[in-house]
C-alpha cells in the first residue's frame, strides 16, 4: 500500500489524498492488535505487539494531523488568494498567512520530493526504533 495524491485545483499542489482503503486496513490491524494484546497466549510477543500498535497509532496520528493541516491550509489559501478585499482588510493576517504558506509550500515540498511520505512511512513502520525520522533540513 502507498499513499495516493491529488492536485490543488488552484495552486497545482499535490496534497495527501484522503485513501479510504489506507486508513480503513490501518484501523483493521490496530484492532487486530487490540485483540492479539489481550489473547491468554501474548506473553512472549507482548513486547513486539505493543511496539507495533504504538507504530500504528503514529502512523495513523501522521496522517490524520498531515490531512487536517492540508484541509486547514487549503481553506485559508482559498480565503486570502481568492479575494483582495479581505487581503486589504486583513493585511496582518494576510501577511501572516504568505509565511505560512511558504512554509507550507517549502515543507511541503521538501517531503514529497526528497524523503516520500510513504518512504518515511514505510521506514518507520519496519525500523526497530519507535521514533518518527525528522527531515534533514528545510531549504
Given at each position: 500500500m502507498s499513499l495516493s495524491y491529488e492536485t490543488h485545483t488552484s495552486t497545482g499542489?499535490?496534497?495527501l489524498k484522503a485513501d479510504e482503503n489506507l486508513i480503513e486496513t490501518l484501523e483493521d490491524n490496530q484492532v487486530q492488535?487490540?485483540?492479539i494484546l489481550m489473547s491468554?497466549?501474548?506473553e512472549y510477543f507482548q513486547e513486539e505487539v505493543s511496539g507495533w500498535q504504538r507504530k500504528l497509532m503514529v502512523a495513523d496520528l501522521v496522517i490524520s494531523t498531515w490531512m487536517s493541516v492540508q484541509r486547514t491550509w487549503a481553506h485559508l489559501n482559498a480565503i486570502f488568494t481568492n479575494s483582495h478585499d479581505i487581503r486589504c482588510q486583513l493585511a496582518s493576517e494576510a501577511e501572516r498567512f504568505q509565511g505560512i504558506h511558504s512554509d507550507f509550500q517549502v515543507t511541503h515540498a521538501h517531503w514529497r520530493e526528497t524523503v516520500g511520505y510513504s518512504a518515511v512511512l514505510f521506514n518507520y513502520?519496519?525500523?526497530p526504533s519507535l521514533s518518527m525520522p525528522a527531515p534533514s533540513h528545510r531549504p
Open positions: 499542489t499535490p496534497l492488535l487490540q485483540n491468554k497466549y501474548v513502520l519496519t525500523s
